[in-house]
């Protein structure tokens, strides 16, 4: 079994100095994949992030916490987080900060609320000069079950600093990309979250930094296996007065290239199921999964599954060869869909019997293929159902039609509010209902 140590280095000498040096902001937030507040400021607080010189001028650190309801990330790593829940006394997602402090509410929303986040704020604190300045590194091992991280933190002053202040270290993933939403708010997309913290969440007390001078620290640890791709591995670290809770400087190190060997593989699945043959009034599907070879290391088995409706999966094992850039198809028996409307998944697991880690296992699973099946039995001699109980942008219970896409308009549940502000009066019933079913037939 490989052995991992961690080792501090100190070392404190006399050079040149300045007062003061560059501050790059930490923007911390508490947010969680069933939040419905998350997935509607996330958007706007991730793309404001993104924009611009911000990279370079603030770094993002997620929490995914454990409520209001499921998240995966944060099952894997549960503890580290609830340390830092509890650090901030974080009671609601989601929540943001600024170097240590609640964003403030000047958006008419609450403290914390990452819509509140602007360019304004992101300049002041980046205008702040730090008494401390940090560079970060890291690399992978060639097997990708270890990660080498390396921080400098430098004395930008004439006085002794830091005695008691605390370094955090974080291992990310850059971007976390999934195919159908992993908890209840839609959201697909998740940026710059914790993995996990080194040496754990509780961070490393410094001593005290010499006048001009530098610590250094290095851990050598085993990386998680849950991580979802080694590609978007980075590195955050942050120097933090536990307490004022103030974030005197912090540290980013991007994903690195991860060398070429075959310590590793990288299969994706891509699903090339079609619907049934006969169209609406068939309910025989046949399933079709197919195995593509995203990397140099031959592919020569793995576990092919569907599942349709979110039911358990329906495994086959397959073996052969395939190399990078090359694919095989696996195929399964026909079955027969449920009436109305279905959705089936096609994934690959156990690639290669699981000798070598999966460089992304986010393309382990593909996108889903949705389609329709009228029932056999006939409904009724006639069908009358109103529209009140159907919320807006939704389909009737009894109706078997494709949602509204670019390419297909559709059909679906509107109210006044379709029309904008030039609408005043009801739409539906001569005025007397709030509801309508619209069917856009110019397009």
Request: aromatic content about 10%; some cysteine; charged content about 10%.
């Amino acid at each position: 079994m490989k052995k991992i140590f961690t080792f501090l280095f100190v070392t404190s000498f006399t050079f040149t100095g300045f007062s003061q040096t560059q501050r790059l902001v930490l923007v911390e937030e508490f947010t969680q994949a069933s939040c419905g507040p998350c997935a509607s400021q996330n958007p706007a607080f991730n793309t404001l992030l993104q924009s611009g010189t911000n990279p370079t001028k603030a770094v993002s650190l997620k929490y995914q916490t454990d409520w209001p309801g499921y998240d995966p990330m944060n099952i894997q790593n549960p503890t580290d987080v609830q340390t830092r829940v509890d650090f901030y006394a974080v009671s609601g997602v989601p929540n943001a900060s600024i170097d240590g402090v609640d964003i403030p509410d000047d958006c008419n929303a609450y403290v914390g609320a990452p819509a509140c986040l602007n360019q304004a704020k992101i300049d002041a604190a980046y205008a702040i000069p730090s008494p401390v300045g940090m560079v970060v590194t890291h690399y992978l091992s060639s097997d990708l079950d270890s990660i080498y991280i390396h921080v400098d933190i430098s004395n930008a002053t004439m006085v002794s600093l830091g005695m008691g202040w605390k370094l955090q270290v974080a291992i990310t993933e850059k971007e976390i990309n999934f195919t159908s939403a992993p908890g209840s708010n839609g959201e697909l997309e998740f940026f710059d979250v914790m993995r996990k913290m080194i040496p754990n969440a509780s961070g490393t007390t410094l001593s005290a930094i010499a006048a001009s001078g530098m610590v250094s620290f290095d851990f050598n640890v085993p990386l998680p296996t849950y991580i979802y791709n080694y590609g978007e591995i980075g590195v955050v670290a942050f120097v933090q007065d536990d307490a004022t809770k103030t974030v005197q400087q912090a540290g980013l190190s991007d994903p690195q290239p991860i060398p070429v060997n075959n310590n590793y593989t990288d299969a994706g699945a891509v699903n090339q199921t079609s619907g049934p043959a006969g169209g609406l009034c068939d309910n025989q599907v046949t399933p079709s999964v197919q195995i593509t070879n995203n990397f140099s290391t031959i592919i020569t088995s793995a576990d092919v599954s569907y599942s349709l409706n979110g039911g358990a999966n329906v495994t086959q094992a397959w073996t052969g060869s395939i190399s990078q850039g090359q694919n095989a198809t696996v195929t399964f028996p026909a079955i027969s869909a449920a009436s109305g409307s279905n959705s089936l998944v096609g994934s690959i697991s156990n690639i290669n019997g699981g000798s070598a880690a999966d460089f992304n296992s986010m393309n382990n699973t593909s996108l889903a293929v949705s389609f329709s099946v009228i029932p056999a039995a006939t409904f009724d001699t006639k069908l009358i159902e109103g529209f009140e109980s159907v919320a807006v942008a939704a389909q009737p219970l009894h109706s078997i039609i494709s949602l509204p896409t670019a390419t297909n308009p559709g059909v679906w549940v509107v109210n006044k509010s379709v029309a904008g502000s030039a609408v005043t009066w009801e739409l539906g019933a001569f005025e007397n209902s709030t509801k309508a079913y619209r069917w856009r037939f110019f397009t």
